[in-house]
């Protein structure tokens, strides 16, 4: 690995171990997205019944709820630091890039969190089919990379707004109802026992997705950072 990388990777991850240490001691963004994930799809899942659920239905089930997870709790990555007042500290030990993926490393551990948690719950409630398990989790695998690389850099926009909730769920969902959709329709065809074969347009859009965003907000965070 050249040196330069090293470097680059080796601040980022004292970025994210920060957080991860601040984010044990309090909980705070962790506990939203789960309470909010959680409490979300038991009133749901209860309200329309476990059984006879179409596949439409369920896939659309499953990304509004990871959605709204995600609106929940991520922006907190930027937001604290606002708060606390250790955002020009971090601007004066550590470079824009180094950040940003620290950063987007501690979403990503939050996110995958929540979905391990949120996934077999949802399997239970809806008795959504299993036997397409490897194809779901690609897309789900995606899906979650795709949410993070979109809200990381909204929640670096909106750190510094006064109604920084609201702004966050406003900004995110143009850029993220693309994703959502191409998430939805892949959910769709795997519940409906479609193969990856079958999804592989979705697939390759939402590869593409997640390098672009991640590329584009590497190359954006720079100028919302130095603000």
Do not use: C, H
């Amino acid at each position: 690995m050249p040196k330069s990388s090293a470097g680059l990777l080796s601040r980022s991850l004292a970025v994210y171990f920060k957080d991860m240490r601040l984010e044990l001691r309090t909980r705070s963004a962790l506990n939203a997205i789960l309470m909010f994930g959680v409490t979300t799809l038991a009133v749901v899942s209860f309200s329309l019944g476990q059984s006879n659920l179409s596949p439409k239905i369920m896939s659309a089930l499953f990304w509004v709820i990871m959605f709204f997870s995600a609106m929940s709790g991520l922006a907190q990555t930027f937001i604290r630091e606002e708060e606390t007042g250790t955002s020009l500290a971090l601007k004066l030990t550590a470079d824009a890039d180094s950040i940003y993926l620290g950063k987007l490393f501690f979403n990503l551990t939050l996110l995958t969190m929540m979905t391990l948690i949120i996934t077999p719950m949802f399997f239970i409630f809806t008795d959504a089919p299993t036997n397409n398990l490897f194809p779901f989790l690609v897309v789900l695998v995606l899906g979650v990379f795709g949410l993070v690389s979109a809200t990381t850099i909204v929640a670096a926009i909106i750190a510094k707004a006064s109604t920084k909730g609201a702004l966050f769920a406003v900004l995110s969902f143009p850029i993220l109802m693309v994703l959502l959709m191409s998430l939805v329709s892949a959910s769709e065809k795997i519940f409906d026992n479609q193969t990856l074969a079958d999804t592989s347009s979705e697939v390759q859009f939402l590869i593409a997705y997640v390098v672009v965003m991640t590329t584009a907000s590497i190359l954006l965070f720079k100028f919302v950072w130095r603000e």
